[in-house]
């Protein structure tokens, strides 16, 4: 039987743990954004290179980029520069220094007016697809990257939609799969749709890589997109508080579909959004991730027997000259387990009970996979690039039998909150199954400087909020806290055997004495608490009414 209603998910309901979200509204920001490139060459280079690829105008029905006086300057004048396009339309710039001998540094800046609209979107496209136009029909095709023509995917993409009519039914099925599958790690060891089915996690690569294989599996073009995103945080009106959301300021790959009325819409798998902010900025699409490689490449020749390789930095700046929101979501009882917020759309479905097993990868993961790391007595969200200096971290390819290499792009980012501003005080839940007598509490800070005291305070529960003041750590001056490179444990005694307690839900708050500036490591999503388990309130709120759309990295340690 079908039916036609104004739904963003067209599978029916889980009613307990469904966190599926309905948004409308709207964005509109005028942005100015800058990019800058700091290269450095070494002994024995006879050739650095770089691509730029100029973003475009680009219009959908929910994210609208009209981009304005782009400029590209830099501090040596190249000894060559070329324009051209490559098979998926990117216009690319590419430039050439011969035997470079002083630093050089690429600016590049634009002002873009981006817009997001909630709108309910209409949609009759039916599934399976039938009359796709020569250019969709190229985002059709398997790479090593997007397995789409892998018996396994096939099989597993089938299934999922078997009963679909409308292309959307077929498109959320895949994405509600794939969100409630894959949880974020910050630095996988391969970027391909297998490892994270094999691993049941990725980063945003992998979350377009598998998403795009599905799809493809069954007829339906996606291609990849590459560009930044901005760190401007945004409210969304939600269940009567505010939900905020944030993303790191980096480079970011996500996904658009076609849709044969609507054209190509954007999807951000990796942000369990089925459509994307305008803290997006576009600029380069292709088949996967190893074809979407010139925007920042840099490339170098040196001479034979010498093996050094350029110091590289690269900074992405923003600054929202306008920024207009009205937002507002709604829960439904049906969707994923896991957060997800969809624009309202209307389309004709077959409706179907989704089960929580056909979240389960297709290879059955080794023991312990999905376990969190550690001692019995150790639990937390554990796992982020400990030490790492998010700048000048790149992919080097550097080949042994020849004089040339490569630096790629990367997408690790800096996902990180300022802590401890003037007047807000923020907190992250955690669940204890078992009675626990704590010792320590570690979390994921880096220091910037400052001065003041900071320690932990144990908080219980009121409501899926913050509750009373249980125990508070003992504290640590920031003049002792040592400088170091990218985020590090800074772990926070509680030897005083206060910190006893049983099962139940408690919370995490970082507090503090004069005018520390220090930032606290998150993870996209939430690996290991509920949705709504990290907070923050402010001087001038009354309740922790604020929930956050991701989850600080902490750890605890005690003793049954």
């Known amino acids: 039987m079908k039916k036609a209603i104004a739904a963003a998910g067209l599978v029916a309901a889980i009613v307990c743990r469904a966190e599926n979200y309905l948004i409308q509204g709207g964005q509109g920001s005028r942005i100015d954004y800058t990019m800058e490139q700091d290269i450095v060459p070494f002994r024995g280079c006879i050739q650095m290179s770089a691509s730029f690829v100029i973003p475009k105008d680009f219009e959908s029905p929910s994210y609208i ?3 304005q006086n782009f400029d ?17 339309g990117n216009e690319i710039l590419s ?9 050089i540094r690429v600016r590049i800046s634009i002002q ?23 250019e969709a029909q190229a985002y059709l095709r398997p790479t090593r990257l997007v397995p789409s023509s892998d018996p396994q995917i096939i099989k597993k993409a089938r299934q999922l939609t078997a009963s679909s009519d409308t292309e959307f039914d077929a498109v959320q099925k895949i994405l509600i799969w794939l969100i409630d599958l894959i949880q974020y790690v910050q630095r996988p060891s391969q970027y391909d749709a297998f490892f994270s089915i094999r691993t049941g996690k990725g980063n945003c690569q992998n979350f377009s890589h598998l998403s795009a294989a599905m799809m493809r599996a069954v007829g339906i073009p996606v291609r990849i997109v590459n560009g930044v995103t901005l760190k401007q945080p945004y409210d969304v009106a939600i269940n009567g508080g505010t939900l905020t959301l944030r993303m790191a300021q980096g480079r970011h790959s996500w996904i658009e579909v076609f849709f044969p009325d609507l054209g190509w819409v954007p999807f951000d798998p990796q942000q369990t959004q089925l459509f994307v902010s305008n803290r997006y900025i576009r600029i380069e699409v292709g088949l996967d991730n ?11 020749k040196r001479m034979p027997g010498f093996k050094g390789q350029p110091e590289f930095r690269e900074t992405i700046a923003s600054d929202f000259l306008q920024d207009q929101i009205r937002l507002t979501a709604e829960k439904q009882d049906y969707g994923p387990r896991k957060l997800m917020l969809s624009p309202v759309v209307s389309s004709d479905f077959a409706e179907v009970v989704y089960e929580a097993s056909e979240a389960a990868p297709l290879v059955v993961l ?5 376990a969190a790391a550690g001692a019995p007595d150790t639990l937390g969200n554990l796992d982020f690039p400990e030490g790492v200096d998010f700048l000048d971290t790149r992919e080097l390819v550097d ?15 800096e996902t990180a909150e300022y802590v401890t501003t003037q007047g807000c005080q923020y907190a992250q839940t955690f669940i204890l199954d078992d009675p626990l007598k704590i010792n320590q509490v570690g979390l994921a800070l880096h220091k910037f400087g400052g001065n003041g005291q900071i320690w932990v305070e144990l908080m ?7 509750g009373g003041v249980i125990a508070s750590s003992d504290m640590l001056s920031v003049d002792a806290m040592k400088f170091k490179p990218g985020y590090s444990w800074i772990d926070f005694s509680f030897a005083g055997g206060s910190a006893r307690l049983q099962p139940g839900r408690y919370w995490i708050a970082l507090a503090y004495t004069g005018s520390p500036v220090i930032n606290w490591f998150f993870t996209y999503g939430k690996p290991t608490g509920p949705v709504d388990g990290t907070r923050f309130i402010s001087m001038f709120d009354e309740t922790w009414s604020h929930s956050l759309a991701y989850e600080f990295n902490y750890r605890i340690i005690g003793e049954n």
């Open 290 to 300: 190893e074809e979407t490689v010139n925007d920042g490449g840099i490339r170098w």
């Open 460 to 466: 219980n529960d009121a409501g899926g909020k913050p």
């Open 65 to 67: 980029q009209d981009v």
């Open 72 to 88: 590209i300057r830099f501090s040596v004048p190249p000894t060559k520069q070329r324009r051209n396009f490559d098979a998926r």
């Open 399 to 413: 080949d042994p039998d020849s004089d040339e290499a490569v630096l790629r792009k990367n997408f690790l980012v």
């Open 95 to 103: 430039v050439d220094w011969i035997n470079p001998a002083q630093p």
């Open 112 to 134: 873009s007016q981006n817009r997001t609209l909630l709108d309910p979107l209409e949609t009759r496209a039916v599934f399976p697809l039938a009359g796709i136009p020569a």
């Open 366 to 370: 080794p023991s312990g996979v999905a």
